[in-house]
Nanobody, 120 residues
Framework: VQLQASGGGLVQAGGSLRLSCAAS????????MGWYRQAPGKQRELVAS???????VYVDSVKGRFTISRDGAKNAVSLQMNSLKPEDTAVYYC???????????????WGQGTQVTVSS
């Protein structure tokens, strides 16, 4: 199983970016998908997650600015980030909770991380 993330980059404060992540491989069942971020010197934190049924969770600092969505047919998750702030600067990781063919439990898989830099 692989999670391929894309869409990071450099943007000015107030700008927008869209992150995308697609899971591929021998996936039997895909449950929660989400985005995490890790800034230098800080712990990795949940930014947003979305359940298979569509229920979403956001960290307070991004509510009203970020929107997470998923495409079940493509095993993909996206994060639309608007009104970006310098404090959003971090490496962003996508995560998927899934069962592979032949497996018996949900395990977490991570993408490779994509850098988001917001200049003031």
């Amino acid at each position: 199983v692989q999670l391929q993330a894309s869409g990071g980059g450099l943007v000015q404060a107030g700008g927008s970016l869209r992150l995308s992540c697609a899971a591929s491989g021998r996936i039997f069942s895909l449950n929660d998908m989400g985005w995490y971020r890790q800034a230098p010197g800080k712990q990795r934190e949940l930014v947003a997650s979305i359940e298979r049924g569509g229920r979403t969770v956001y960290v307070d600092s991004v509510k009203g600015r970020f929107t997470i969505s998923r495409d079940g047919a493509k095993n993909a998750v996206s994060l639309q980030m608007n009104s970006l702030k310098p404090e959003d600067t971090a490496v962003y990781y996508c995560k998927a909770s899934l069962i592979i063919y032949g497996g018996f439990r949900y395990d977490d898989y991570w993408g490779q991380g994509t850098q988001v830099t917001v200049s003031s």
